[in-house]
């Protein structure tokens, strides 16, 4: 028997077959210390990463990668307002008949506003405990405020509202979870419910609005801070724990959609555990669409008050209590609610989410043809790379500066400039390893894609470090042009000097002419394509 050594080959000589015309491949020996492993042998194995392999990411232990879901743009857009502009002679005959009922409806809507507003001060005047029950003499004047709810409603149109089914009593279903197509819902549930909602902190400073909802006992989130996120969640739980706080009531989509969709839930209503009554509310329409998509606020309040009558319907579902008395996972909760509310609409579930939003405002700022082109369902790429939302728009800045085309893909010759590479095999492999389909071309969720599935590599801050130390020879914590220049041309050894220049322009962030580490790995964290520049270097660290 051979020596068993982690050294020794895994055959005997003898066993690896090979004719006369072709020698044996040489082995790879792994050395194991101190739970690292490393490659004994670089120099026989001729490790290059652009002779060896068409992946430029190799060297990072990144494997190429599978797009989630749909390797195209998906068809679905969940957000997209179907009426955004008048269309049809019987939709602009219904506007100028209704001109005059708007303007008496527009008063209608301001008095009643107004009303509401003052019954709100009067219900908040001198009320310092936030923290605890809205007292009950200062809840019956709130509903001087609910009614002026009902009548703004009736002002937009809703002259009657149908109903199905009835709210559970609060003390079964402490917390509502509903779809939200529009700034209607939340009206309709003021009225209704007069709920605890869970806000954007935003909200606070809005006109009229801000004072309402402090008198609903409003929790307040920050979306994009963890604290906020979980303080808003400990609220949930105290206030739903409390049968003298109104029933908590949360949009769990995070923004509004056309309702022919269900995108992906956040899960503050689901993590306390407590059960949860669905409700949802539909918009039927024939000529004008009620959702709040991409449609400016005033064009659909004008709308909305130059219609006949606006049709809403509210259904109620049957509470959905958790399993094993609390203790089911929350994502497991939130998907069964999802799905029993998406069943109840017959549409479909997505894994959109508000962060699909902000990357469609970005490509509605870009001016681009067909901004949900830009959709990628981003609570999937979230979950699958653990991409933070702005992360996600600070690549879709990278990739509007492409100049994609009117179908949102971006071809090799724009994306190179961008990234200030010249044609070379290995910058062809770098745009190769994002264009999965081998069509010449990338899409947006593609290239974001890629950049995740490199930037989030485990090895990838290593690599960064590594090349960092590597560029910077003397150690004098900054890298100089020249410098910067002598580790390129290991990897492209054509780079002429006003390549190289290019290229040093990108990492240096603030023009002081010369490279701090700040600057060298942020670049490369906003285009993390590039370290494949830098893998002789990151190779020559490790592998001295």
């Avoid at 179907?82 to 008949?97: D, F, M, S």
């Avoid at 609910?146 to 079964?172: D, M, N």
């Avoid at 399993?323 to 999802?338: C, D, L």
């Avoid at 962030?509 to 394509?529: E, Q, T, W």
Wanted: aromatic share 10%.
């Amino acid at each position: 028997m051979s020596d068993h050594t982690i050294s020794a080959p895994l055959l005997p000589s003898g066993h690896i077959p090979h004719s006369s015309d072709h020698a044996p491949e040489p082995h790879v020996i792994l050395t194991v210390e101190d739970d690292k492993v490393q490659l004994s042998n670089i120099d026989q194995l001729g490790i290059h990463i652009s002779e060896v392999d068409d992946n430029p990411y190799a060297f990072l232990g990144a494997n190429r990668f599978d797009m989630p879901g749909s390797t195209t743009t998906t068809t679905v857009d969940p957000f997209r307002n179907n009426t955004p502009r008048v269309e049809g002679v019987y939709e602009w005959l219904k506007i100028v008949v209704c001109l005059p009922i708007a303007l008496v409806r527009l008063v209608l809507f301001g008095v009643s506003l107004m009303i509401g507003y003052v019954a709100t001060r009067i219900a908040l005047y001198g009320w310092k405990d936030r923290n605890n029950p809205m007292p009950k003499w200062r809840s019956r004047l709130m509903g001087v405020t609910r009614f002026s709810a009902r009548t703004i409603l009736f002002s937009f149109g809703y002259q009657w509202i149908r109903r199905k089914g009835k709210p559970a009593p609060r003390e079964i279903a402490p917390v509502v979870v509903s779809n939200h197509v529009s700034y209607i819902d939340p009206i309709f549930f003021f009225y209704e419910l007069f709920p605890t909602i869970v806000a954007s902190e935003s909200h606070d400073s809005m006109p009229f609005v801000g004072t309402i909802i402090r008198a609903m006992q409003v929790i307040y989130v920050n979306r994009f801070s963890p604290t906020s996120r979980k303080h808003a969640v400990n609220e949930i739980k105290r206030k739903a724990s409390c049968d003298q706080f109104p029933r908590v009531l949360l949009f769990p989509e995070g923004t509004t959609t056309n309702g022919r969709a269900i995108i992906s839930f956040q899960l503050g209503a689901f993590i306390p555990g407590y059960p949860i009554q669905p409700v949802i509310v539909r918009y039927p329409h024939v000529h004008f669409d009620q959702s709040w998509g991409n449609i400016s606020l005033a064009m659909l309040m004008f709308r909305m008050f130059t219609q006949f009558h606006n049709f809403m319907e509210v259904e109620y579902l049957p509470v959905i209590i958790p399993h094993e008395n609390r203790k089911e996972n929350a994502v497991r909760f939130a998907q069964r609610t999802g799905h029993a509310i998406a069943s109840a609409l017959n549409v479909v579930q997505t894994s959109h989410s508000y962060g699909d939003v902000l990357l469609l405002g970005k490509a509605l700022e870009a001016n681009q043809e067909d901004p949900s082109l830009y959709l990628v369902e981003m609570a999937g790429l979230e979950a699958a790379f653990h991409l933070s939302t702005l992360e996600a728009v600070d690549f879709l800045d990278v990739f509007l500066s492409m100049n994609p085309d009117s179908r949102g893909q971006v071809e090799i010759h724009d994306f190179l400039k961008v990234l200030r590479l010249k044609p070379c095999t290995l910058s062809e492999k770098i745009f190769g390893f994002t264009d999965v389909q081998k069509c010449g071309k990338i899409t947006f969720k593609q290239f974001l894609v890629g950049s995740a599935h490199i930037l989030k590599q485990p090895l990838f801050h290593q690599a960064c470090e590594s090349a960092f130390t590597a560029c910077d020879s003397d150690g004098k914590n900054y890298i100089l042009e020249k410098e910067f220049g002598n580790s390129l041309v290991l990897s492209i050894p054509s780079l002429s000097n006003n390549e190289i220049r290019g290229l040093f322009t990108l990492f240096d962030a603030d023009r002081d002419g010369k490279i701090s580490k700040d600057d060298f790995i942020g670049c490369l964290r906003r285009y993390p394509l590039l370290i494949a520049l830098f893998s002789p270097c990151v190779l020559q660290q490790i592998y001295p």
